[in-house]
Nanobody, 124 residues
Framework: QVQLVESGGGLVQAGGSLRLSCAASGGTFSRYKMGWFRQAPGKEREFVAAISRSGGSTNYADSVKGRFAISRDNAKSTVYLQMNSLKPEDTAVYYC?????????????????WGQGAQVTVSS
């Protein structure tokens, strides 16, 4: 009953920036912890960033810390991922996810709903 739709992916040069958006519907957005994960070809789904229900707390994978920023606008039922200083190794399909309960933010299995994914390609 919860739908998540990512947008904002595309092709960008190394060193550039991109902002992903994830719009939620079918639930009470402010009750969900939100996360971003990514998956490159031949690799497992990897945690990127997470944000608390109010937006007051965030967590990042070491690989993106200092370059990416997660935020949310509960009035718009949308979570964002601002990606700066992009590297070719950031190339992946990026997924947003909603967690209706608790648990480890970095564990994909703790998330209950997933978006369809947005392709991000960083050229060198």
């Amino acid at each position: 009953q919860v739908q998540l739709v990512e947008s904002g992916g595309g092709l960008v040069q190394a060193g550039g920036s991109l902002r992903l958006s994830c719009a939620a519907s079918g639930g009470t957005f402010s009750r969900y912890k939100m996360g971003w994960f990514r998956q490159a070809p031949g690799k497992e789904r990897e945690f990127v960033a997470a944000i608390s229900r109010s937006g007051g707390s965030t967590n990042y994978a070491d690989s993106v810390k200092g370059r990416f920023a997660i935020s949310r606008d509960n009035a718009k039922s949308t979570v964002y991922l601002q990606m700066n200083s992009l590297k070719p190794e950031d190339t992946a399909v990026y997924y947003c996810a909603a967690d209706v309960g608790g648990g480890n933010y970095y564990y994909a299995g703790n998330y209950d709903y997933w978006g369809q994914g947005a392709q991000v390609t960083v050229s060198s």
